[in-house]
Nanobody, 129 residues
Framework: QVQLVESGGGLVQPGGSLTLSCTGSGFDFNYPALGWFRQASGAEREGEREGVSIIHLGDGLTYYADSVKGRFTISKDNSANTAYLHMTDLKPEDTAVYYC??????????????????WGQGTPVTVSS
């Protein structure tokens, strides 16, 4: 049974930093791509989640949404079955519930939420003074 568990969310002031973790089990952690997505309040469906960043757990290739380039860094530790999203210079518009998800799709770099096979439960991030 595939499980993804996020942690690390919380309240942070604008300009602050936060690191999210996603620990996986029940699948070969060297194979799929793992993405971080976010869902702002008012978005109801999984298909409305915005792709933030994605990493191939095998070769380590990474991709970022334009809105977070230069501020967010995705990384992985295969020995710990864990991926991370290090977020810096956070802005109020980064406020959302952040989800990790895995996909086996070939063109995973498009970060299409409809192609995510398994999701975690989400962790909330609030950027506010």
């Amino acid at each position: 049974q595939v499980q993804l568990v996020e942690s690390g969310g919380g309240l942070v002031q604008p300009g602050g930093s936060l690191t999210l973790s996603c620990t996986g089990s029940g699948f070969d952690f060297n194979y799929p791509a793992l993405g971080w997505f976010r869902q702002a309040s008012g978005a109801e469906r999984e298909g409305e989640r915005e792709g933030v960043s994605i990493i191939h757990l095998g070769d380590g290739l990474t991709y970022y949404a334009d809105s977070v380039k230069g501020r967010f860094t995705i990384s992985k530790d295969n020995s710990a079955n864990t991926a991370y999203l290090h977020m810096t210079d956070l802005k109020p518009e980064d406020t959302a519930v952040y989800y990790c998800g895995i996909t086996y799709a070939g063109s995973y770099w498009y970060m299409d939420p409809r192609r995510i096979k398994h999701w975690g439960q989400g962790t909330p991030v609030t950027v506010s003074s």
